[in-house]
C-alpha cells in the first residue's frame, strides 16, 4: 500500500517558520515528481510547488516564491516544504503529492488531478 506520511506544521507566529516533511511508503518515488498543495478554509485547493525527480526543475507559486521552498532526498523517498517568513494568508491544510504515473518528468504539473497519491494533508496557522 503507497502511503505518503506529513510531518511538520502546527501554529506559528507571523514571521516564523516551518518545515513540513512527506515521507512515501510502498513505492519509490525518485523518477517522479514530488509536490505541495494547500486548501484554505472555504477556498479552492491551490498548487503551492513542485521540484521533479532530479531536482532539475523546481517550482513554487508566486503567492510564496522567495518564502517557501521545495527539496526532496530520493535516498529517503521524501520531500520538504521549508516555509519562512510566515504569513496569516499561509494559513491552510497542506497536502503532499506525488505523480505516478510519468517518470523523469522536465515539466510540472501544477493541477491536482495530475497527481496520483496525496498525503494526508497537515494543519498550518500562521497568527497575526
Known amino acids: 500500500q503507497v502511503q505518503l506520511v506529513q510531518s511538520g506544521g502546527g501554529l506559528v507566529q507571523t514571521g516564523g517558520s516551518l518545515r513540513l516533511s512527506c515521507a512515501a511508503s510502498g513505492r519509490n518515488f525518485s523518477n517522479y515528481t514530488m509536490g505541495w498543495f494547500r486548501q484554505a478554509a472555504g477556498k479552492q485547493r491551490e498548487f503551492v510547488g513542485a521540484?521533479?525527480?532530479?531536482?532539475?526543475?523546481?517550482f513554487v507559486e508566486d503567492s510564496v516564491k522567495g518564502r517557501f521552498s521545495i527539496s526532496r532526498d530520493n535516498a529517503k523517498n521524501t520531500v520538504y516544504l521549508q516555509m519562512n517568513s510566515l504569513k496569516p494568508d499561509d494559513t491552510a491544510v497542506y497536502y503532499c503529492v506525488a505523480d505516478g504515473k510519468r517518470p523523469y518528468m522536465r515539466t510540472l504539473i501544477t493541477i491536482p488531478s495530475g497527481y496520483d497519491y496525496w498525503g494526508q494533508g497537515t494543519q498550518v496557522t500562521v497568527s497575526s
Open positions: 521540484e521533479n525527480w532530479n531536482g532539475i526543475y523546481t
